[in-house]
T-cell receptor
Framework: GDSVTQMEGPVTLSEEAFLTINCTYT??????LFWYVQYPGEGLQLLLK?????DKGSNKGFEATYRKETTSFHLEKGSVQVSDSAVYFC???????????FGDGTTLTVKP | SAVISQKPSRDICQRGTSLTIQCQVD?????MFWYRQQPGQSLTLIAT?????????ESGFVIDKFPISRPNLTFSTLTVSNMSPEDSSIYLC??????????FGPGTRLTVT
């Protein structure tokens, strides 16, 4: 079945550092890929998405490129802020059934 | 996008009792999903709730433990039955957007003592 593997956390960075959170997936066909973010005390919300190979999703300074050849969707940001501290989930959706498969989540803490 | 509300937002329940969680969506949707997020862990899909038919449960989840109702296209309930401390989790309702993305409710934080 489908699966998503995220780099293990937690990740601690200083403000303005470069962020990469790795995500790889296993799926048949051509899934859509997503990053979700969960800020402390808040619900899950969509951060960005990509629906086909070589698509780049972007939002709030975060980017991720759908790499079919490496089955990856790594999340990057050039300069993180304290307000980016949150849990980040990589996910895929692979069927018309509408459901998604999530990675284990990566906790990011950004220190001033 | 969709706006989803859940009730209650949190509850503390005793072992052996049941709790029903309500989920309301601001638009009509065919499928609604129930997830569980255990402390410090990822999301696990419990079941898919379709209006007018039985819910479809994922492996490891059964109807007797997690009965679901879906009386119309904007509302669903999930009951956590005969609770034990292992059921302590955040329970999330979601719907799917046009691009396959999930829109989540704020969650119900359940603690079983």
């Amino acid at each position: 079945g489908d699966s998503v593997t995220q780099m293990e956390g937690p990740v601690t960075l200083s403000e303005e550092a470069f962020l990469t959170i790795n995500c790889t997936y296993t799926a048949t066909g051509y899934p859509s890929l997503f990053w979700y973010v969960q800020y402390p005390g808040e619900g899950l919300q969509l951060l960005l998405k990509a629906t086909k190979a070589d698509d780049k999703g972007s939002n709030k300074g975060f980017e991720a490129t759908y790499r079919k050849e490496t089955t990856s969707f790594h999340l990057e940001k050039g300069s993180v802020q304290v307000s980016d501290s949150a849990v980040y989930f990589c996910a895929l959706s692979n069927t018309n059934a509408g459901k998604s498969t999530f990675g284990d989540g990566t906790t990011l803490t950004v220190k001033p | 996008s969709a706006v989803i509300s859940q009730k209650p937002s949190r509850d503390i329940c005793q072992r052996g009792t049941s709790l029903t969680i309500q989920c309301q969506v601001d638009s009509q949707v065919t499928m609604m999903f129930w997830y569980r997020q255990q402390p410090g862990q990822s999301l696990t899909l419990i079941a898919t709730a379709n209006q007018g038919s039985e819910a479809t449960y994922e492996s490891g989840f059964v109807i007797d433990k997690f009965p679901i109702s879906r009386p119309n296209l904007t509302f669903s309930t999930l009951t956590v039955s005969n609770m034990s401390p292992e059921d302590s989790s955040i329970y999330l309702c979601s719907v799917t957007g046009t691009g396959g993305e999930q829109y989540f409710g704020p969650g119900t934080r359940l603690t079983v003592t």
